[in-house]
């Protein structure tokens, strides 16, 4: 059973469309995260969510806008994409309380022509 | 905002050799995590460590808060332990934000 599940592992779309990725964690954790690894491997903080509510928004166009139906969920979804877009974009999540260790899923590559 | 600098960025050995990788951060810390990406591109967990020493198998951690550091030790490399590793840290009185470092590429040649 995967704990943090994301869907598309692979999105290919060209200039201009808009995508989402789902995100899904079946670890009871109540905030949830998503990462962007550029194409130099660096790590990057989004957006954090704490049971349902934004927590963490950093500096990211308003193209892109994170959705969270309930704290198992957090989608990502992204209007207008550019070429500077292109990705890899990590779902994570984590225990408010206790130590906090952060759980990943396995990455969306985001490729736009 | 906190600063991480990993070292080496780098790191090329022959299967069966030891390594260090070092992690230094500018700030206290409540959290501190070891991951590997695989050559897939998975993060996999290694070590949750904001201080003392851990161990798993070939692999063991220490990070000593105080002076702001962290090591991850690898025994007896394998070519399966080929990837990049990276430290992350949450810096004391920041929400659960963990800030990454550039990462080691290792490559563990047979």
């Known amino acids: 059973d995967t704990a943090v599940s994301q869907t598309p592992k692979y999105l290919v779309t060209q200039m201009g469309n808009d995508k989402s990725i789902k995100c899904e964690q079946n670890l009871g954790h109540d905030t949830m995260y998503w990462y962007k690894q550029d194409s130099k491997k660096f790590l990057k903080i989004m957006f954090s969510?704490?049971?349902?509510?934004?927590?963490i928004n950093e500096t990211v166009p308003n193209r892109f806008s994170p959705k969270s139906p309930d704290k198992a969920h957090l989608n990502l979804h992204i209007n207008s994409l550019e070429l500077g877009d292109s990705a890899v974009y990590f779902c994570a999540s984590s225990p408010t309380g206790g130590t906090g260790e952060l759980f990943f899923g396995e990455g969306s590559r985001l490729t736009v022509l | 905002g906190i600063q991480v600098e990993q070292s080496p960025p780098d790191l090329i050995l022959q299967e069966g050799a030891n390594s260090t990788l070092r992690c230094n951060f500018s700030d206290s810390v409540n959290n501190l995590q070891w991951f590997h990406q695989n050559p897939w591109g998975q993060l996999i967990n290694l070590f949750y460590i904001p201080s003392g020493t851990k161990q798993n198998g070939r692999l063991s951690a220490t990070t000593v808060a105080t002076e702001r550091y962290s090591l991850l030790y690898i025994s007896s490399s394998q070519t399966t332990d080929s990837g990049v590793y990276f430290c992350?840290?949450?810096?004391?009185?920041?929400?659960?934000?963990?800030?990454f470092g550039s990462g080691t590429q290792l490559t563990v040649l047979p």
């Open positions: 992350a840290v949450e810096r004391k009185g920041s929400a659960r934000q963990l800030t």
């Open positions: 969510y704490n049971n349902k509510e934004l927590i």
